[in-house]
């Protein structure tokens, strides 16, 4: 058997227990719901005369959705390395590596149930969404090519979320994570504003901003108007590759030094 059919059973395991936390504690779904909702709500709103004229006179608040949606996943993905500290401060996680398993293997169980999460989060942001009056709809093949993109990034940044936790091991640290990365990329990407309506230097750094290839991939897959960059999951593939990477290597080093 190979190292990586060996690997399946560790990964569903790692995978089921995560989602069994959750439903033990599905506040933590819920309550993810209540910050996108805010923002929809008053940004949608509050900017609901202001059209996206290069787009053919779409509403702010159809604009709004996606990139809202793609938020909720780098806010929710910041949160994934906390479980692993709960579980390094009550030893768990110390057992779980001296078992067979590779370390590895443990990490990706714990991403891919992170991703499943997310993407259910964003379907419910999109569901909020449609009830609050957005007009989206799925356009074709588009809205896969943006789920994708989505669940790139989703690991990338909950894979991030890992090494952080891992090496720091406090929840405090999680905090400052999520002022130092995730506000500001939220602010210099495209999901809030068009690229197009920003001052040149800030539509420059906005292109080199994940979440602008995502915000933009989901955006061409719900409103017609719009197209997305083809490499954008090639990129974010790779983004998620490195982080994953470097979780591995965290998860690795805790092995060996305990």
């Known amino acids: 058997m190979t190292p990586g059919v060996r690997a399946l059973p560790v990964v ?38 202001y059209e996206i004229t290069q787009a053919s006179k779409v509403r702010y608040l159809d604009f709004l959705v996606p ?14 390395g906390i479980g ?8 768990f996680l110390q057992r779980m590596l001296q078992s067979p398993a590779r370390p ?23 569901l909020l969404a449609w009830i609050l009056g957005a007009r989206v709809r799925v356009v074709g093949a588009e809205v896969l090519f943006g789920v994708l993109c989505l669940a790139c990034f989703a690991a990338a940044f ?11 091991r406090a929840q405090e640290a999680m905090a400052v994570y999520v002022h130092l990365v995730n506000m500001p990329m939220l602010f210099t990407s495209s999901a809030l504003v068009p690229t197009k309506q920003m001052p040149d230097w800030l539509a420059r750094i906005a292109e080199w901003n994940p ?18 960059d083809r490499v954008a999951p090639v990129v974010l593939a790779i983004l998620a590759a490195l982080l994953f990477s470097l979780a591995a290597r965290e998860m690795a080093r805790l092995d060996r030094t305990g």
Do not use: E, N, Y
């Not at 293997?105 to 379907?123: C, I």
């Not at 979440?211 to 997305?228: E, I, M, N, S, Y």
């Open 67 to 80: 990139g809202v949606c793609a938020m909720t996943v780098l806010f929710g993905a910041s949160q994934s």
């Open 84 to 91: 692993w500290i709960r579980d390094l401060h009550s030893g």
């Open 211 to 228: 979440l602008t290839l995502t915000v933009d991939a989901l955006r061409a897959g719900l409103l017609p108007q719009f197209r997305a």
């Open 104 to 126: 590895s293997a443990l990490l990706a169980g714990k991403v891919a149930a992170d991703v499943m999460r997310l993407l259910v989060q964003a379907l419910a942001v999109l």
């Open 12 to 49: 569903w395991a790692i995978c089921r227990r995560t989602w069994l936390k959750i439903l033990r504690r599905p506040v933590t779904l819920s309550f993810s719901l209540v910050q996108p909702l805010l923002w929809m709500a008053f940004f949608g709103f509050l900017f609901q005369r």
């Open 158 to 168: 909950s894979s991030l979320s890992c090494v952080i936790a891992l090496r720091s």
